[in-house]
């Protein structure tokens, strides 16, 4: 059998190994140490941007944090995109809110302005205000954000971007993360930089910033002993995991630059087969780092299937997958109010998601083109 071709697998660049071996060196093997600060530094110098970073267990504990700081609690409401990975929502669960989901509009696949201002005026007309705005940006696409920033200032809803996708995306040349009230960034294995596991909150304030750093070492009071008077949580960043961010850092902007090329690979790819789409973005505002490549198959002009296609992918060890389930179709969330039509479905059952690492040899390329054309031509629809 060929050798696997993974969605999207780890990548290093080498110099990795040197900020961990420096913390070796200097015994800074506890939680904290000038890797976390120098990782924190170097992610707002990419962002460009003058907010501050706090480094973090698991973007999913980032997200966390950012509901506690918007003062989200039992039996509030949250608005959450309902496309997208379940870490998105389930921080809302952490709280004992109730998750409150949106359809996707067809342009960016992301949160929809239109059912985002019913919804809000139909919970409120319920007496339910909405505390928070959880907006995604999928596969690293960035949503509609002046749309959405509009509606979310005219109600005084504060908005946390979850960019844990879009990292080196960019909006009206403006990062992804840098929108909403709070951002989100992950570094998990899959992402297009990684420290095996991690994530990071995008703080407008260093006032922000502390009370977060706060809150992720255990919420412990300034005394000689242990003391506590808040609910304090485990999830800051430790210096050797913040080591692999700072090598990662270096080659960041490459591996956003191999990203796109793999999108542009589809999109010449895909180009004369009939019935396929490569998502892109809609019009210059939008930069995607392109994190996952998708496809939407017509299955009335293919007369096939996502389906039929990930499984001719996995016959030759390639590596699909179908786009989110959305969270308004899972069975945890099956209760939950839910506001738009049918788009983010559609897109669940007729989109798939292709290699995309950046690691990718040419030689993995011309397996994937293979065997694209092979399925569409043995069907004789190129």
């Known amino acids: ?14 110099k990795e190994l040197k900020y961990i071996h420096e913390a070796f060196e200097a015994n800074w093997v506890a939680p904290l140490g000038p890797n976390v600060d120098g990782f924190e530094k170097d992610i707002e110098s990419f ?71 019913t919804a809000i005026e139909d919970r409120i007309s319920k007496g339910k205000n909405p505390k928070a705005i959880i907006v995604v940006h999928l596969y690293g696409m960035p949503a509609k954000m002046e749309e959405i920033l509009a509606i979310a200032e005219k109600y005084e809803i504060p908005v946390i971007e979850d960019a844990a996708e879009a990292l080196g995306s960019t909006y009206k040349d403006k990062a992804c993360g840098t929108f909403g009230r709070f951002g989100i960034l992950s570094f998990n294995g899959n992402k297009i930089i990684t420290t095996s596991g991690g994530g990071a909150l995008v703080c407008h304030t260093k006032e922000d ?33 913040a080591g692999i961010g700072r090598g990662q850092m270096e080659v960041l902007p490459s591996r956003v630059e191999a ?17 396929v789409r490569v998502f ?13 490549s998708a496809i939407i198959l017509d299955p009335k002009a293919t007369e096939v299937t996502r389906e039929d296609l990930r499984l001719a992918f996995l016959e030759d060890n390639i590596e699909s997958r179908p786009l989110w389930k959305p969270m ?36 993995e390329r011309e397996r994937i083109g293979l065997a694209v054309k092979s399925f569409f031509g043995s069907k004789d629809r190129s």
């Open 1 to 14: 059998m060929n050798s696997k071709i993974w969605l999207s697998s780890p990548h290093m660049g080498g």
């Open 47 to 117: 962002l460009k941007t003058d907010m501050k970073v706090a480094v973090l267990s698991a973007g999913t504990a980032a997200l966390h944090l950012a509901l506690i700081e918007c003062g989200v609690e039992y039996g509030d409401e949250v608005i959450c995109q309902s496309m997208t990975f379940s870490a998105s929502a389930n921080p809302i669960a952490y709280c004992g809110a109730i998750p409150v989901f949106i359809d996707s509009e067809k342009d960016t696949w992301n949160m929809c302005p239109v059912a985002l201002e």
């Open 209 to 241: 910033k502390d009370k977060v750093v706060f809150l992720s070492t255990q919420a412990r009071d300034d005394a000689p002993h242990y003391q506590h008077s808040h609910i304090g949580y485990n999830y800051r960043m430790s210096n050797i995991v």
């Open 259 to 275: 990203r796109r090329l793999m999108h542009q690979f589809y999109v010449d790819l895909f180009a004369d087969i009939a019935g």
């Open 280 to 292: 892109s973005e809609p019009n210059p505002d939008f930069y995607s780092n392109h994190w996952l």
């Open 328 to 363: 308004h179709l899972q069975p945890i969330f099956a209760y939950s109010p839910y506001y738009g039509d049918k788009t983010a479905e559609d897109l669940f059952n007729n989109g798939l998601c292709l290699p995309s690492g950046s690691n990718l040899t040419d030689a």
